[in-house]
């Protein structure tokens, strides 16, 4: 009773470590990631893919009104899992940086750069007291000095980057089948084709183009691109994972 009384006492304040060196808030903002959709980022030679899982909670939801992908700027895109309101945030924030980047210095700002802006806005909500850490992961993805880069920023705020990942629920499973199948080589056409699969993993190894989000940043052209639900519905088509209109039922987001 005792040592659940003294946890309690740690999980009350972001600014106190527990005596096992754990910071209780932190912990549990990543658990706030578990429960959103999953967001799967990929780097191939020919550019960046990322792709969401946008469930709809009712059929009487506008679909435009869920957003999971967003653009930070022309050469950067941006997936969340985890709070939608504290991606927002983020993604503002983000975006600010990017542009404050090209008044001041007259180019656009790198990926990395960018990552750590955010993960150390991110960080100081783990310091100050009477805040609490955004509940939400983001990958952050896009082309840099030519070449594609990919990075996850954390509750904690820390940066990590990445040559495939995901965030969300059924990471674990997500990661697994990610680990199996990515390819070094691969062209931006069979990094769209390990996403979707790597999602239909986790869904009963069929999609419907309605429920997926998906954007690529092309090493071509260093240019933010979404890929319309007629072109995901090719894709689906092509690679055997579209599902049957029969199937479809009830879904929820987070």
């Not at 050469?75 to 940086?97: E, P, T």
């Not at 990075?151 to 674990?172: C, I, M, N, Q």
């Not at 069979?190 to 999602?199: C, K, Q, S």
């Amino acid at each position: 009773m005792q040592g659940q009384n003294q946890q309690q006492a740690y999980d009350r304040g972001i600014t106190i470590f527990s005596p096992d060196g754990r910071l209780y808030q932190v912990e549990y903002a990543r658990e706030a990631v578990k429960r959103g959709t999953a967001s799967i980022g990929i780097r191939t030679a020919g550019g960046v893919v990322l792709a969401v899982d946008k469930r709809i909670r009712s059929p009487l939801m506008e679909r435009t009104s869920v957003e999971k992908i967003h653009k930070a700027d022309d050469h950067i895109g941006i997936a969340s899992a985890g709070h939608v309101a504290d991606a927002r945030q983020l993604i503002d924030f983000a975006r600010r940086n990017a542009q404050v980047n090209r008044l001041r210095y007259g180019e656009p700002i790198g990926v990395e750069t960018l990552t750590k802006d955010v993960t150390d806005h991110i960080q100081q909500y783990t310091q100050v007291g009477g805040a609490r850490p955004f509940g939400v992961a983001l990958i952050i993805g896009g082309i840099e000095d030519g070449e594609p880069r990919l990075y996850e920023t954390d509750p904690s705020g820390t940066p990590y980057e990445w040559k495939a990942l995901a965030v969300g629920a059924d990471r674990g499973d997500i990661e697994d089948h990610l680990e199996e199948n990515y390819e070094e080589g691969a062209d931006l056409e069979g990094g769209i084709e390990l996403a979707l699969r790597a999602l239909a993993e986790v869904n009963d190894g069929e999609l419907r183009p309605e429920s997926i989000g998906m954007a690529t940043i092309p090493t071509e052209t260093e240019s933010f691109t979404e890929v319309t639900d007629e072109e995901v519905d090719e894709y689906l088509d092509e690679f055997d994972l579209l599902a049957d209109e029969e199937d479809a039922g009830d879904e929820s987001d987070e």
